[in-house]
T-cell receptor
Framework: AQSVAQPEDQVNVAEGNPLTVKCTYS??????LFWYVQYPNRGLQFLLK??????LVKGSYGFEAEFNKSQTSFHLKKPSALVSDSALYFC?????????????FGSGTRLQVQP | DTGVSQDPRHKITKRGQNVTFRCDPI?????LYWYRQTLGQGPEFLTY????????KSRLLSDRFSAERPKGSFSTLEIQRTEQGDSAMYLC????????????FGPGTRLTVT
């Protein structure tokens, strides 16, 4: 079975400060990892993915994420938060070796960036 | 570039009625997925198609749920004899072939069962 934990329901950060949204996962074998963002009344938008290679992956809107195999984590980061980054963020995993295509999502973390 | 589209965006129905939702994936995408999202939760996988073949189904997909993708393009998800517990956002996603890993999501259909 595969699972994702997002331990923080909400993260508050001041505009201009760095932000981190945490994610840990459990999967058989090697993982494919993803971050999505959801704005009100809109579908999920793909931000970035880790498939293989460099542990630091860069994505849309200045976001990046760091894959840490030993800690089974894939935390989302941004050096300088914007008010417009306020949204709901989901981490997702798929096992590389399972043959399954389904993504397993965490329960989401609401990011609130204060002006 | 047209993304994934879903119709209707909102559906209110009475318990016991049947409902059908439609999803049109990104045109060149051969893989299509259905997920369900309830308030405060992440999306949960329901089923997956590669072209017209339904290759994966979740245990969440009870006998009252059926999905089709008859020509490998659009897909429909039908819920028969709806129950209040079926109230949720139903999300469709698509992806391109074996070399593409990320799934692109539509805006969803919000179902309310009264």
């Amino acid at each position: 079975a595969q699972s994702v934990a997002q331990p923080e329901d909400q993260v508050n950060v001041a505009e201009g400060n760095p932000l981190t949204v945490k994610c840990t996962y459990s999967v058989s074998g090697n993982p494919y990892l993803f971050w999505y963002v959801q704005y009100p009344n809109r579908g999920l938008q793909f931000l970035l993915k880790y498939i293989t290679g460099d542990n630091l992956v860069k994505g849309s809107y200045g976001f990046e994420a760091e894959f840490n195999k030993s800690q089974t984590s894939f935390h989302l980061k941004k050096p300088s938060a914007l008010v417009s980054d306020s949204a709901l963020y989901f981490c997702a995993v798929r096992g590389m070796d399972t043959g399954r295509r389904a993504l397993t999502f965490g329960s989401g973390t609401r990011l609130q960036v204060q002006p | 570039d047209t993304g994934v589209s879903q119709d209707p965006r909102h559906k209110i129905t009475k318990r016991g009625q049947n409902v059908t939702f439609r999803c049109d994936p990104i045109s060149e995408h051969n893989r299509l997925y259905w997920y369900r999202q309830t308030l405060g939760q992440g999306p949960e996988f329901l089923t997956y198609f590669q072209n017209e073949a339904q290759l994966e189904k979740s245990r969440l997909l009870s006998d009252r749920f059926s999905a089709e993708r008859p020509k490998g393009s659009f897909s429909t998800l039908e819920i028969q004899r709806t129950e209040q517990g079926d109230s949720a956002m139903y999300l469709c996603a698509s992806s391109l072939g074996a070399a593409s890993y990320e799934q692109y999501f539509g805006p969803g259909t919000r179902l309310t069962v009264t």
